[in-house]
C-alpha cells in the first residue's frame, strides 16, 4: 500500500475527522517500529515500543464494512505484533464509534481509561476517547 492510498482510505473511512496525509503516512510507513497490516479496502497502523504497542488507527472502506474485514486485518495485526514480542496493545477510540468498540470488546479489549474532548470532528465538536488495552500471549 502506498502512502497516498492509506491516505485516501483513512479519508474515507474518518470523514468527520481531519485528514492523514499522504507524508504523514510516508512517515509511518518508512518507521521500522511500525507495521501496517491490510490492502486498500482495511488497515490496521500500529507502533511498537519495547514490549508494548498502539494501533494508531483501524480503517475500514465504508463501501465494504460489515463483511468481517475489520477482524481480518485486526487478526493479522496482533499476530505479527506476537511475533515481534509484543505483550500488549492498547488503542484510543472514539466514545460515538459504537461499531468499533463492539469490534475490540470481541477481541478481548478492556477498557482502562478515558481521554474527554480527545477528538475534535471536523465541524468543531469534541468526542472523548476510551483507551482500550489487551495482553496479547506471545507465540
Same mark, same amino acid.
Given at each position: 500500500m502506498t502512502p497516498a492510498t492509506a491516505a485516501r482510505l483513512y479519508a474515507r473511512a474518518f470523514p468527520a475527522s481531519r485528514r492523514w496525509s499522504a507524508d504523514e503516512f510516508a512517515r509511518l510507513m518508512a518507521d521500522a517500529h511500525v507495521i501496517l497490516c491490510g490492502d486498500t479496502s482495511a488497515m490496521v497502523i500500529a507502533r511498537i515500543a519495547l514490549d508494548e504497542a498502539e494501533i494508531l488507527t483501524l480503517a475500514t472502506d465504508p463501501d465494504l464494512r460489515? %463483511?468481517?474485514? *475489520?477482524?481480518?486485518?485486526? %487478526?493479522?495485526?496482533?499476530?505479527?505484533?506476537?511475533?515481534?514480542?509484543?505483550?500488549? !496493545?492498547? &488503542?484510543? !477510540? =472514539? =466514545?460515538?464509534?459504537?461499531? *468499533? %468498540?463492539?469490534? $475490540?470488546?470481541?477481541?478481548? $479489549?478492556? &477498557?482502562?481509561?478515558?481521554?474527554?474532548? $480527545? $477528538?475534535?470532528?471536523?465541524?468543531?465538536? =469534541? #468526542? *472523548?476517547? &476510551? !483507551?482500550?488495552?489487551? =495482553?496479547? !500471549? #506471545?507465540?
Open positions: 460489515r %463483511q468481517g474485514l *475489520a477482524r481480518t486485518v485486526l %487478526q493479522s495485526c496482533e499476530d505479527r505484533l506476537r511475533a515481534r514480542h509484543v505483550q500488549s !496493545v492498547f &488503542l484510543e !477510540v =472514539a =466514545a460515538d464509534n459504537m461499531a *468499533a %468498540q463492539a469490534l $475490540y470488546k470481541g477481541f478481548g $479489549y478492556s &477498557l482502562v481509561g478515558e481521554r474527554p474532548n $480527545y $477528538y475534535r470532528r471536523n465541524d468543531g465538536t =469534541a #468526542v *472523548a476517547a &476510551l !483507551v482500550l488495552r489487551k =495482553a496479547l !500471549v #506471545v507465540i
